[in-house]
C-alpha cells in the first residue's frame, strides 16, 4: 500500500480548536499524529476524537522547557508534516496590556514557530528526507488591527516567515505553507455558540482544517479558507492603506 504523504505528523496546540481539528483530519490517513499542548487532558480527548494511533505530548513552548521537549522529539522520530498551530490571542489597547502576557505571546506565536521550523528543517535536510510545514496565520495578518496589536503583529510575522522559507526550500523538497483562518468558532473565543447565533462569517474548525489538508496535498503556499475570508482580506488591505 502506498504511504500517504504525510505518514507521521506532529501538531501544536492540539487541545482544542483548529489544532484539535488538524489531528482529526489527520489522523484519518496517517499512522501517527503527535498531540503537543499544555492540557493534558484535552489533549486526550482530541486522542479519543481520532481515528488512527496518536502520541500525547505535555509541552508549553512559551517556556524554553517545552521547546526543547518538541525539538527533541523532531530529532529522534521522523516526521513528515509539523503543523505550528499553537498560539493565543491578546486585546484592548496595547498600553493597558500587561508586558508579560505581550511577552508569552510573541514566545508562543513567533519564537516557538522559528524554533521547530528550524529544527524540522535541518532534520529533513540532514536527512534528505522530503517534508512539509503548516503554519497557522490569520487574515489579520495582512493589515493592521489596533484592537489585537501583538497579535496581529505577530501572525504577520508568520506570513512573512512562510512565504521566505517557501521559496527557500521548495526546490529542497520541503513544502512550506501558511493557513489564514478567519473568525472560527472555537474557544480562541469566550463564548463560541454565542458567536454561532449571531455572525454569519464565522466558519467551523471541523470546516477550516480540512481546507488546510486538502491545501497542503496541493502544495499550496497559501490556504484561505472560503471565500469569505478572501474578501475580508482584500478589504482590509486597501482600507487600511487608504483609509
Known sequence: MKKNRFDVSLVTGASSGIGRSLSIELSKKSSLVYLIGRNKKELLLTEEMMTGPSEVVVADLSTQAGLSKVRKLIKNQHIDLLVNNAGFGSGGYFHERKIEKEMSLINTNVSAVVELTHSYINESISSQQKGAVLN????????????????????????????????????????????????????????????RKHTILGQEPEHVAKVAIKGLNKNKRVIIPGLKNKIIIFLGKYLYKYF
Open 136 to 195: 497557522v496565520g490569520s487574515v489579520v495578518s495582512f493589515f493592521p488591527r489596533p484592537s489585537n496589536t501583538t497579535y496581529a503583529a505577530s501572525k504577520a510575522f508568520i506570513r512573512s516567515f512562510t512565504d521566505s522559507l517557501n521559496r527557500k526550500y521548495k526546490d529542497h523538497g520541503i513544502l512550506v505553507s501558511c493557513l489564514y483562518p478567519g473568525l472560527t468558532f472555537t474557544n480562541f473565543f469566550e463564548n463560541p455558540d454565542s458567536l
